[in-house]
């Protein structure tokens, strides 16, 4: 009688195809990552009035990542959900295609609200949103994480004036920042 050779268990296949896929997911994304722009990333200015800073923001400067890569006309809504969490909805146009991404927040330093952990897939709040830095009045707003890799100057209004936006470039610079490193956001 011929022996027949051993067959892989398919439960065992599926498991390394999986491991597989994620590993190349995880080193894809990770070579994806933009370059720290700032090593010490500072606290936040000053404390953050949530309802204040609730409403539509106009990007003007973005340090470049995957979502957002060739992206324009992008801006970010900010609404209440209930008393601790906040909607987040980022949207931008590449190629004439408007694309949106939705996420949830929570306030992560509820001394200051100047902190945020953001969702955009699930349960699982991981994203750092720190508002380093704002206007008095809510007209500009610096934000970034903790790890210094990404940074956006946002604004109230789509196409702020020059001296509002090197004061912003200026401030950006002043709390570590390579500003240089930052794109310009076209709003149309």
Known sequence: MAQQSPRPNAALLAGAGAAALGLGGFLY?????????????????????????????????RHEYLFEEGMDAVTADYSRLSADKIGVTNAGTRGGKRKVA???????????????????????????????DHADDYSW???????????????????????????????????????????RTHQP
């Open 29 to 61: 994304f990770r070579s994806k990552r933009p370059p720290v722009i700032n090593r010490a990333v500072p606290e936040p200015a000053k404390p953050v009035d949530l309802d204040r800073y609730l409403g539509r923001w106009y990007e003007i400067a």
């Open 102 to 132: 939705r996420a949830k927040g929570v306030v992560a330093d509820k001394d200051t609200g100047a902190k945020l952990k953001l969702s955009f897939f699930g349960p699982l709040y991981v994203g750092d949103y720190w508002v380093l």
């Open 141 to 183: 707003s610096i934000v970034g994480e903790p790890g210094g890799r990404y940074l956006w100057l946002l604004s109230r209004s789509p196409r702020p004036g020059d001296k509002e936006v090197d004061a912003l470039f200026a401030r950006a610079k002043s709390l570590g920042y390579d500003t240089g490193a930052l794109r």
